[in-house]
T-cell receptor
Framework: SQQGEEDPQALSIQEGENATMNCSYKTSINNLQWYRQNSGRGLVHLILIRSNEREKHSGRLRVTLDTSKKSSSLLITASRAADTASYFCATPPMDSSYKLIFGSGTRLLVRP | DGGITQSPKYLFRKEGQNVTLSCEQNLNHDAMYWYRQDPGQGLRLIYYSQIVNDFQKGDIAEGYSVSREKKESFPLTVTSAQKNPTAFYLC????????????FGPGTRLTVT
């Protein structure tokens, strides 16, 4: 059962540019999380935004959440080649706050 | 040095053989999870456990089995009943009772021929 869907599926930008990825989900949520995965590795948690929050920052990351549109966006500012990775949004179903359902991800390529 | 480990990193098996993937964590987390990832895809939940000696099926449990005899360990067995077992398997752990992030191991790439 797919809850979150990322858009675009792939994104290629030049180093120094900003990268924006979007996530749409289907049902009501308590929180939404973003993860990063480098090729062939495990996922790393980036940021968690709760349903009563509209925006959250962490370093060069900015996440927004619009519960009325059931969507979230992840902005990476001043991108670096090391940001090249796949980015996933994940949401817990309402009946389980700790189980997560992951989207299919956005593959980001940052060209040096 | 806290973390979650998976072994081995690469695993090769012949069709028809069962294989067990290891997952160990020393984060003192109650919940543990197994996911499957196919090329270019997201993660799909196989099994999860929120307490020792208890586990639940995820979305794609058929052909897999797990055990949770210790808090630190959550091994996954890929049985011969799994029709398409070649994939990247990821183990994760988290606290329970709230909105907590999951911590992932480095993954095991299983190839069955």
């Amino acid at each position: 059962s797919q809850q979150g869907e990322e858009d675009p599926q792939a994104l290629s930008i030049q180093e120094g540019e900003n990268a924006t990825m979007n996530c749409s989900y289907k049902t009501s949520i308590n929180n939404l999380q973003w993860y990063r995965q480098n090729s062939g590795r495990g996922l790393v948690h980036l940021i968690l935004i709760r349903s009563n929050e509209r925006e959250k920052h962490s370093g060069r990351l900015r996440v927004t959440l619009d519960t009325s549109k059931k969507s979230s966006s992840l902005l990476i500012t001043a991108s670096r080649a090391a940001d090249t990775a796949s980015y996933f949004c994940a949401t817990p179903p309402m009946d389980s706050s700790y189980k997560l359902i992951f989207g299919s991800g956005t593959r980001l390529l940052v060209r040096p | 040095d806290g973390g979650i480990t998976q072994s081995p990193k690469y695993l090769f098996r012949k069709e028809g053989q069962n294989v067990t993937l290891s997952c160990e964590q020393n984060l003192n987390h109650d919940a543990m999870y197994w996911y499957r990832q196919d090329p270019g895809q997201g993660l799909r939940l196989i099994y999860y456990s929120q307490i020792v000696n208890d586990f639940q099926k995820g979305d794609i449990a058929e052909g897999y089995s797990v055990s949770r005899e210790k808090k630190e360990s959550f091994p996954l067995t890929v049985t011969s009943a799994q029709k398409n077992p070649t994939a990247f398997y990821l183990c994760a752990s988290s606290m329970v009772g709230g909105a907590y992030e999951q911590y992932f191991g480095p993954g095991t790439r299983l190839t069955v021929t």
